[in-house]
Antibody, heavy 122, light 107 residues
Framework: EVQLLESGGDLVQPGGSLRLSCAAS????????MTWVRQIPGKGLEWVSS????????YYADSVKGRFTVSRDNSKNTLYLQMNSLTAEDTAVYYC???????????????WGQGTLVTVSS | DIQMTQSPSSLSASVGDRVIITCRAS??????LNWYQQKPGKAPKLLIY???SLQSGVPSRFSGSGSGTDFTLTISSLQPEDFATYYC?????????FGQGTKVEIK
């Protein structure tokens, strides 16, 4: 059974940093691209960042480019999101999601974690 | 970025009703269009990928159609567990973008 378990969400002050983790199990982690999607409570879904299987290619939404860094450790089956210079606009539930396949299907998200809440406030 | 627009934003329906949700893209996404269901407090769940392919384990009352810029999600006979918010998402290009959601409520 595929499982994705996020952790690391917390209350942080504006300008602060946080690192999210997503522990994966039930599939060959190193064979799939992975993605972070966020959702402001009560609002819609926003793609944040994606990473390819090896970690050699990363992609970011304009709203987080230069502040967030996605990475993965295939030996630990874990995805990460390092978030720096956080603002109130980054307050959201952050989900990690597995790409369904390769090519364009890597942007189809077939499994999602339960989410972790990041709150940026003084 | 490709903008995705869903309609309606919300709808009220009864158990057994046929429900149709539409999604329009600001430019062609070919057939790279996916549908997700999200229930309160839960993660989204993939229902349909590539416009019309049913994800494994999803009931056959869900179906998708369309190509280019116009797509539909149809629930043939609404069940109590289908009351949720539905999102379309284009996977044609980066950044992948989502519609604003359609909330399906009980009439």
């Amino acid at each position: 059974e595929v499982q994705l378990l996020e952790s690391g969400g917390d209350l942080v002050q504006p300008g602060g940093s946080l690192r999210l983790s997503c522990a994966a199990s039930g599939f060959t982690f190193s064979s799939y691209g992975m993605t972070w999607v966020r959702q402001i409570p009560g609002k819609g879904l926003e793609w944040v960042s994606s990473i390819n299987t090896s970690g050699g290619s990363t992609y970011y939404a304009d709203s987080v480019k230069g502040r967030f860094t996605v990475s993965r450790d295939n030996s630990k089956n874990t995805l990460y999101l390092q978030m720096n210079s956080l603002t109130a606009e980054d307050t959201a539930v952050y989900y990690c999601a597995k790409g369904r396949g390769s090519g364009s299907s890597r942007r189809e998200f077939d499994y999602w974690g339960q989410g972790t809440l990041v709150t940026v406030s003084s | 970025d490709i903008q995705m627009t869903q309609s309606p934003s919300s709808l009220s329906a009864s158990v057994g009703d046929r429900v149709i949700i539409t999604c329009r893209a600001s430019q062609s996404t070919s057939s790279y269009l996916n549908w997700y269901q999200q229930k309160p407090g839960k993660a989204p769940k993939l229902l349909i990928y590539a416009a019309s392919s049913l994800q494994s384990g999803v009931p056959s009352r869900f179906s998708g159609s369309g190509s280019g810029t116009d797509f539909t999600l149809t629930i043939s006979s609404l069940q109590p567990e289908d009351f949720a918010t539905y999102y379309c998402q284009q996977s044609y290009t980066t950044p992948p973008t989502f519609g604003q959601g359609t909330k399906v409520e009980i009439k």
